[in-house]
């Protein structure tokens, strides 16, 4: 079963709009929560990430909200530009469980139309 | 700098053959990680290293698969007596230190090597 769910396969936004890009997750015991953005033919590059005590982490246009209650997070890219065209994946992790594994979203398609 | 760097890039291989597939890490990072991506999905977790020694190995999916890092640096993963079901994006990533709770802990991922099992 998905543990990180990314329900959106593609998103497509206008340059200059906001991108917003969701994450929902079903195990309580994941604390640390991280963004990766993929270019084709290239590996996953971190972008940001959010540790469960905080709801908000920002790094200058890119911006990750946490909902805990909700086992919920997104990023928000503003403005976005057609650079950000690429896969996002979210992933999460248990800090505690003494595994430093990741466990990964399906992955968000996001096209920026110039 | 020098980020993380996979080889081969691409190998195409028999059924039934052995594969290694080497990964060499960010210089100075302690923490090595190999993962596994099949096609319309996220990385899955293989196995961890700290150092030479495998912490974590609950990810590999049978006794074909096995990895090593004797120097607690490079490290190959190997897979005996590959199967169709093999083939799939494999990817090492690399962090300065052992942990998933901060910035330090950041695992960098290195290109993949794409395994092709006819």
């Known amino acids: 079963d998905q543990q990180v769910k990314q329900n959106s396969p593609s998103l497509s936004v206008q340059e200059g709009r906001i991108s917003i890009l969701n994450c929902d997750y079903t195990?309580?015991?994941?604390?640390?929560f991280l963004w990766y953005k993929k270019y084709p033919a290239e590996g996953p590059t971190f972008l940001i990430s959010?540790?469960?005590?905080?709801d908000k982490n920002e790094d200058g246009r890119f911006t990750v909200f946490l909902n805990k209650s909700a086992k919920h997070l997104s990023l928000h890219i503003v403005p976005s530009q057609p650079g950000d065209s690429a896969v996002y994946f979210c992933?999460?992790?248990?800090?505690?469980?003494?595994?430093?594994?990741?466990?990964f979203g399906k992955g968000t398609k996001l096209s920026v139309i110039p | 700098g020098a980020g993380v760097s996979q080889s081969p890039r691409y190998k195409v291989t028999k059924r039934g053959q052995d594969v290694a597939l080497r990964c060499d890490p960010i210089?100075?990072?302690?923490?090595l990680y190999w993962y596994r991506q099949a096609l319309g999905q996220g990385p899955e977790f293989l196995t961890y290293?700290?150092?030479?020694?495998?912490?974590?190995k609950s990810g590999l999916p049978n006794d074909r698969f096995s990895a090593e890092r004797p120097e607690g640096s490079i490290s190959t993963l190997t897979i005996q007596r590959t199967e169709q079901r093999d083939s799939a994006m494999y990817r090492c990533?690399?962090?300065?230190?052992?942990?998933?709770?901060?910035?330090?802990?950041?695992?960098?991922f290195g290109p993949g090597t794409r395994l092709t099992v006819l």
């Open positions: 195990n309580s015991m994941f604390d640390y």
């Open positions: 290293f700290n150092y030479e020694a495998q912490q974590d």
């Open positions: 990533a690399s962090s300065l230190t052992g942990g998933t709770s901060s910035v330090a802990d950041t695992q960098y």
């Open positions: 210089s100075g990072h302690v923490s």
């Open positions: 959010i540790s469960s005590i905080k």
């Open positions: 992933a999460a992790s248990d800090s505690g469980a003494g595994s430093y594994q990741l466990t």
